[in-house]
C-alpha cells in the first residue's frame, strides 16, 4: 500500500513568490493534515480536512496560506507571498479520523526562502 | 495551559547501551499517547501509542513505553540502542475533540549514537 506522498521535495524560492505544496493521502482516509516543522522542533498543526471539510484552520496564517482538499483525497496548500520566516519543512500526514489515532506521515516538503 | 514536554533537547548514548526518553502531558483527561522517530530528511514513523488498558506498550524497533498516570508521563525506552537508533524522538497527543482528531507534539529529542 502507497503512503501519504508530497510533493516537491525541496522548494527553493526568493520572497515574495508563491508556492505550492501538493499531498495525496493514503487511500481511504478521510483525515489529512498540513503540520508545519520548523528546525529543531516539533510539528505543529495549520490545518486539518476531515474528508472536504476544513475543521481546524486556527493556526493557518490566512493572510498568506491557503489549502484546499477537493473531492476530499488530495490536497494542495499554497503561500503567497511567502516571507523568510517561512523556510521550513511542510508536512502532510493523513488518519483514518474517526478516533482511530494513528497518523501517516509523508516525507516532507522542505521549502528555504530566499 | 494543554502541553507536551520532553524534558531533553539532545542525548547521547553509546551502542548497546540502554536509552530512555521522558515525555510529560499537561490535560484535563487522559489523552492517547504517541511516540514516533524522524530519521534525517524523513517523515515522522509512528512507534507506538496508548490509548488504553496495559500500562506498557511494545511498539517497533524494539522500543517500549511506559504509561504513569500519577506523573503524567509516558516515557520511550529501549534495553539496548543500536547505530540506527540515531534519529529525532518525538512524544505526541491525541486531544479528546469530537474525532479524537487533533494531535499535539513535543519538541523532540534528538538522539545521537556513539560507537
Known amino acids: 500500500e502507497a503512503g501519504v506522498v508530497q510533493s516537491p521535495r525541496y522548494k527553493i524560492i526568493e520572497k515574495k513568490q508563491p508556492v505550492a505544496f501538493w499531498c495525496n493521502p493514503i487511500s481511504g482516509h478521510n483525515t489529512l493534515y498540513w503540520y508545519l516543522q520548523n528546525l529543531g522542533q516539533g510539528p505543529e498543526l495549520l490545518i486539518r480536512?476531515?474528508?472536504?471539510?476544513?475543521?481546524?484552520d486556527s493556526q493557518l496564517p490566512k493572510d498568506r496560506f491557503s489549502a484546499e482538499r477537493l473531492k476530499g483525497v488530495d490536497s494542495t496548500l499554497k503561500i503567497q507571498p511567502a516571507e523568510l520566516g517561512d523556510s521550513a519543512v511542510y508536512l502532510c500526514a493523513s488518519s483514518l479520523g474517526g478516533g482511530a489515532g494513528e497518523l501517516f506521515f509523508g516525507e516532507g516538503s522542505r521549502l528555504t526562502v530566499l | 495551559a494543554q502541553s507536551v514536554t520532553q524534558p531533553d533537547i539532545h542525548i547521547t548514548v553509546s551502542e548497546g547501551a540502554s536509552l530512555e526518553l521522558r515525555c510529560n502531558y499537561s490535560?484535563?483527561?487522559?489523552?492517547?499517547l504517541f511516540w514516533y522517530v524522524q530519521s534525517p530528511g524523513q517523515g515522522l514513523q509512528l512507534l507506538l501509542k496508548?490509548?488504553?488498558?496495559?500500562?506498557l506498550v511494545q511498539g517497533i524497533k524494539g522500543f517500549e513505553a511506559e504509561f504513569k498516570r500519577s506523573q503524567s508521563s509516558f516515557n520511550l525506552r529501549k534495553p539496548s540502542v543500536h547505530w540506527s537508533d540515531a534519529a529525532e524522538y518525538f512524544c505526541?497527543?491525541?486531544?479528546?475533540?469530537?474525532?479524537?482528531?487533533?494531535?499535539?507534539f513535543g519538541a523532540g529529542t534528538q538522539v545521537v549514537v556513539t560507537p
Open positions: 480536512y476531515e474528508n472536504e471539510e476544513a475543521v481546524d
Open positions: 505526541a497527543v491525541g486531544l479528546p475533540t469530537d474525532s479524537w482528531g487533533k494531535f499535539q
Open positions: 490535560y484535563g483527561a487522559t489523552p492517547y
Open positions: 496508548y490509548f488504553s488498558g496495559d500500562t
